[in-house]
């Protein structure tokens, strides 16, 4: 009953906007053959998602941040118009290069861009190097990783975040994961120092065989998990 409900502070009402909105955009796979003879397979070489977001935000309202729609929580979409673009290009079985940008339509520049490259040096031995920039945050961050996998059982990934733009150039994030190989599960624990805060946090992680997204991330990056094709 309307008795049991409870008024919103005003603080919050003055933010609380009318928003709708949509997306529309297309999905793009290249495939070709790699290998000789027998060995001969078909493989992915290039992806290309290009998509558009509209929406009739109040004019008033901007949100400090480029557009996105998200497809899962429709409403905590962010009401800017807004053009992206996600770009993979498999070089070969051992190397892969990322790029995304995303064209914000209401300010006319690009809100927010990145660019990778992830090595496969052996079965053991892989890294990571990116770039990406922030327009409304003056960001400029660069990643470094690398994971190498100690034996059958125990893996070790470190990464390292340095933003070249804030504050003349700041450590962000620094992170050491270990990772315990079970029999159908993964057990991980993750220490991470913030610079930005002075913080330092301990993780533990365990996700069952099969779920690669629950693996070691940070905020813009985690490596690609166990899989036949990577």
């Given at each position: 009953s309307p008795?049991?409900l409870?008024?919103l502070?005003?603080?919050?009402?003055?933010h609380?906007t009318?928003?709708?909105g949509?997306?529309f955009?297309?999905?793009?796979?290249?495939q070709?053959?790699r290998g000789?003879?027998?060995?001969?397979r078909?493989?992915d070489?290039?992806?290309?998602d290009?998509?558009?977001?509209?929406f009739?935000?109040?004019?008033?309202?901007?949100?400090?941040?480029?557009?996105r729609?998200?497809?899962s929580?429709?409403e905590?979409?962010?009401g800017?118009?807004f053009?992206s673009?996600d770009y993979?290009?498999?070089?070969?079985?051992?190397?892969t290069?990322?790029a995304?940008?995303n064209?914000?339509?209401d300010?006319?520049?690009i809100?927010?861009?990145?660019v990778?490259?992830?090595?496969?040096?052996?079965?053991?031995?892989?890294y990571f190097?990116?770039l990406?920039?922030?327009?409304?945050?003056?960001?400029?961050i660069?990643t470094y990783?690398?994971r190498y996998?100690?034996?059958?059982?125990?893996e070790?990934?470190?990464v390292?975040q340095y933003d070249?733009?804030?504050?003349?150039?700041?450590?962000?994030?620094t992170?050491l994961?270990l990772?315990?190989k079970?029999p159908?599960?993964?057990?991980?624990v993750v220490?991470?120092?913030?610079?930005r805060?002075?913080?330092?946090?301990?993780?533990?992680?365990?996700w069952p065989?099969?779920?690669p997204e629950?693996?070691f991330?940070?905020?813009?990056?985690y490596?690609?998990?166990r899989?036949?094709k990577?």
């Open positions: 008795d049991n409870f008024p502070s005003p603080g919050i009402e003055e609380i009318r928003l709708s949509g997306t955009g297309v999905r793009q796979r290249w070709t053959k000789q003879g027998k060995s001969e078909t493989v070489w290039m992806e290309l290009v998509f558009a977001g509209v009739d935000a109040n004019e008033n309202f901007h949100p400090p941040a480029d557009g729609y998200f497809m929580r429709p905590y979409s962010m800017s118009n053009i673009a993979t290009w498999h070089i070969s079985d051992s190397t290069f990322v995304d940008v064209y914000d339509i300010d006319k520049k809100g927010r861009s990145g990778g490259l992830e090595v496969q040096r052996s079965p053991r031995f892989s190097l990116g990406r920039t922030i327009s409304d945050l003056s960001a400029a660069g990783a690398i996998r100690i034996s059958q059982k125990y070790i990934a470190f390292e070249f733009d804030y504050d003349a150039g700041t450590n962000l994030k992170s994961a990772t315990r079970f159908r599960w993964y057990f991980q220490g991470s120092y913030d610079a805060w002075d913080d330092f946090t301990i993780m533990f992680n365990l065989e099969g779920i629950a693996g991330k940070t905020d813009t990056f490596f690609r998990e899989s036949e990577n």
